[in-house]
């Protein structure tokens, strides 16, 4: 498939995507960033190149991961959400039928369907620059994003995520869940059970 990433045609430009993908391959995923990570998802995060978001008290909140895992796994979500707090408010979210409504909304704005295209065309590139980066191939997931994207809404975690990791105005579907969970949850206030600096002492014996 020849790829339709056009420049204008993305929510980020290619500089600022590139910037995002400097800053996780200059700050990879410390011994304690994964260690944080395996207890917030109860499983070792495999093929985790760095933090891509995080909480004010420097808790992961979501990671960005290789495209394709050790054992050449191919792995199409870039961004994973891993905060508990962010994961359950999006849960419950998504338990209220908020999907439905997106997918509604999805069939009956054009304006919002061109923009999830762009978020859609947005994480590919993002991942086509990581790949290349790593040195990973990608062929069987070459055009499968995450979430659902772009036709439909699926798993607003990976939306979320992406949202977290490329910042505002790149997913309109995950910036609205994060309005919409706002009161359970904010990238810019700390409801973490156990604080990063908390955790990094306690971690610190152990390591
Ligand atoms: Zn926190």
Redesign the pocket.
């Known amino acids: 498939m020849e790829a339709v990433v056009g420049q204008a045609s993305l929510a980020l430009s290619q500089s600022a995507l590139r910037a995002c993908l400097d800053r996780a391959m200059e700050n990879r995923a410390s011994q304690q960033q994964i260690a944080v990570v395996e207890s917030q998802l109860g499983r070792y995060p495999r093929g985790i190149v760095a933090v891509g978001a995080q ?5 992961p909140l979501a990671v960005i991961t290789r495209p394709e895992l050790p054992g050449g796994i191919p792995f199409p979500t870039t961004c994973y959400l891993t ?1 508990p ?1 962010a994961v359950k408010a999006v849960s419950h979210l998504e338990a209220e039928g908020v999907m439905a409504t997106m997918n509604e909304q999805l069939a009956q704005d054009e304006n919002l369907r061109e923009r999830y295209e762009r978020a859609h065309r947005t994480y590919l590139a993002f991942r086509q620059l990581l790949a290349e980066r790593l040195g990973d191939d990608q062929s069987h997931i070459e055009g499968i994003s995450a979430g659902g994207m772009p036709k439909r809404v699926k798993c607003l975690h990976a939306l979320v995520a992406q949202s977290l990791v490329m910042g505002p105005g790149v997913n309109p579907l995950g910036d609205q869940a994060l309005e919409a969970v706002a009161d359970s949850f904010s990238p810019s206030r ?3 059970d156990q ?2 600096p908390q955790r990094a002492l306690a971690g610190e014996s152990s390591l």
């Open positions: 909480c004010v008290c420097g808790n905060s707090q700390c409801d973490c604080p990063w």
